[in-house]
């Protein structure tokens, strides 16, 4: 199996894709702007062939990469670089070049514009926040009146929190009106609430091989105020979340391929949206957690997702067994401009026994994701909440 890899340097936790997929037998052939001599030594093991572009944006580049390997090693069966920024890449290649498995370009638009997702949702009837098409200001107005504030801004394509902001009175809507940006915008109902993931490793039916769940505070809140970052991974997919997760799986037809849902676990009562307690989804992720988040998976299940992964690729399954040790994960990290009451050394001497990683992040990573990282796994939430107060208070 040729198993052509977009982007195998970033980020890091595709070294660990790369790694199980070799051990699988599959032929990785890596097409990259990073050059060879600056990739890890585990990713260039990993790699069959690495084939180093000035910029992977110049798509002309890297169709000729791509088409550089199938005269080399023959047709190319899967295409994949497991980062949300590069899907339109991908399915462009995929359709240019023939490929089999994986989303089309005529398919991309509902994965990844928030107004195409909207409408998946509604039409599938998963519980969502209403959303409008950012126009002119009296429209803005008339859906206000509609939902109230606070409402969120966000561009209709984008990655993560970058360029999100809540809205809470006229004032800050019109000084948004003033300077609209150049991208197109949607708007949305803001739902009080955790974000809850729904992760899964999807086979070629739709259903599901290997499922989990993380719980974030609001991540555009972590951003814009600068906070530091503190969330967790449980062992198990509460039945709603895990039904929500299912159905949004199959109304997006997202077969054979690891996926990252974005859900609210409201915390009140939403009209046509659900009550306290509901979970609501938020947006689509036609790929892995990002940051080390499928490590906390591993930790929380005593598992590893880069092997169900490749399973998954090579013969459409995965044997996973049911009895694994299980734990809470948590994640918390610092970021520079805070004061704490506990030093490194502190921490490692109360809980590292339960720390199964601590590092610095890459500068790219500090405003999602913190800089100095403590990760630790606890049987109990109450645990996890004692460390959390240790580390960031």
């Known amino acids: 199996m040729n198993f052509v890899f977009i982007s195998p340097a970033y980020p890091v936790t595709c070294t660990y894709?790369?790694?199980?997929?070799?051990?699988?037998?599959?032929?990785?052939?890596?097409?990259?702007?990073?050059?060879?001599?600056?990739?890890?030594?585990q990713l260039k093991s990993s790699l069959t062939e690495y084939y180093y572009v000035s910029s992977l944006e110049d798509y002309d580049q890297v169709y000729r990469a791509a088409a550089f390997f199938i005269h080399k090693y023959g047709r190319i069966d899967w295409l994949e670089s497991l980062n949300e920024y590069w899907l339109p890449t991908d399915a462009r290649l995929r359709t240019d070049l023939n490929i089999a498995v994986g989303t089309r370009e005529s398919e991309i638009g509902d994965l990844v514009k928030k107004s195409g997702m909207k409408r998946v949702f509604v039409e599938a009837d998963i519980p969502t926040a209403r959303q409008h098409i950012v126009t002119d200001l009296a429209s803005a107005k008339a859906f206000i009146k509609e939902v109230g504030y606070p409402v969120i801004v966000k561009p209709d394509i984008g990655v993560g929190a970058n360029g999100t902001f809540k809205l809470k009175s006229d004032d800050e809507l019109a000084d948004f009106y003033s300077d609209l940006p150049s991208v197109p915008y949607v708007m949305e109902q803001f739902l009080s609430g955790d974000?809850?993931?729904?992760?899964?490793?999807?086979?070629?039916?739709?259903?599901?091989?290997?499922?989990?769940?993380?719980?974030?505070?609001?991540?555009?809140?972590?951003?814009?105020?600068?906070?530091?970052?503190?969330?967790?991974?449980?062992?198990?997919?509460?039945?709603?979340?895990?039904?929500?997760?299912?159905?949004?799986?199959?109304?997006?037809?997202?077969?054979?391929r690891f996926v990252h849902f974005e859900f609210i676990n409201i915390t009140k009562d939403f009209d046509g949206v659900g009550k306290a307690g509901d979970y609501a989804v938020m947006e689509v992720n036609m790929r892995p957690a990002g940051g080390h988040d499928p490590d906390m998976m591993n930790y929380a299940q005593s598992v590893d997702v880069f092997n169900i992964y490749a399973d998954m690729v090579t013969s459409d399954r995965s044997d996973i067994p049911e009895h694994n040790e299980h734990y809470i994960c948590a994640y918390a990290a610092r970021k520079d401009g805070y004061s704490f009451s506990h030093n490194d050394e502190e921490i490692m001497e109360r809980y590292g026994s339960n720390i199964v990683m601590r590092k610095e992040m890459p500068p790219i990573d500090w405003p999602s994701m913190g800089r100095y990282?403590?990760?630790?796994?606890?049987?109990?939430?109450?645990?996890?909440?004692?460390?959390?107060n240790f580390v960031l208070g």
């Open 17 to 41: 894709f790369c790694d199980r997929l070799k051990g699988h037998g599959v032929n990785v052939l890596g097409i990259g702007d990073v050059p060879y001599d600056s990739l890890n030594d």
């Open 195 to 256: 974000i809850c993931t729904y992760d899964a490793v999807i086979d070629s039916n739709c259903e599901p091989i290997f499922e989990s769940m993380c719980t974030y505070p609001p991540v555009i809140d972590s951003v814009n105020n600068d906070e530091n970052i503190h969330f967790y991974t449980m062992p198990e997919v509460p039945a709603r979340l895990r039904e929500l997760g299912r159905k949004t799986v199959k109304a997006f037809k997202a077969d054979s």
């Open 373 to 388: 990282v403590y990760m630790a796994r606890f049987k109990e939430k109450e645990e996890m909440d004692r460390y959390f």
